[in-house]
């Protein structure tokens, strides 16, 4: 199962890239929206892991401009954000997320939510 994890700082980019790995997945990455939407469309990844605050496109336009390329489908996408209220995880589903996550990642629950989404393709913790 390829993963795009779409994450602005390093250091959070890098932990998610290195856990997924170690569990089996193959992982490409994006700094920003507007990469997250150009490898979506050019590597189409079954799930990707769509931090909400970015620059140059945030996860919400980000998530929209995946949606419109693929007619409304594409791949599942999960909402990585700081912001645990509900009013913003109405929006990212609102936005065209399939799930909603909340930062700090507890990676066990982000497994089971992987699973869930992609449950054909998810590996397990």
């Known amino acids: 199962m390829l993963i795009l994890v779409a994450e602005d700082n390093p250091e959070n980019r890098d932990m998610l890239v290195r856990r997924l790995v170690r569990k089996g997945f193959d992982v490409i990455e994006a700094v920003d929206g507007v990469e997250a939407a150009e490898i979506a ?31 409304g489908g594409g791949p599942k996408i999960i909402a990585l954000t700081a912001h645990a209220m509900a009013d913003a995880r109405a929006e990212c589903l609102a936005a065209g997320c399939d799930a909603f996550a909340t930062k700090p990642v507890d990676f066990p629950a982000l497994l089971e939510l992987i699973a869930t989404v992609c449950p054909a393709q998810a590996i397990s913790a």
Request: net charge positive.
């Open 41 to 71: 469309a050019k590597y189409n990844p079954t799930l990707v892991l769509m931090d909400i605050s970015m620059p140059r496109r945030n996860g919400l336009e980000a998530t929209r401009d995946i949606r419109a390329a693929h007619n």
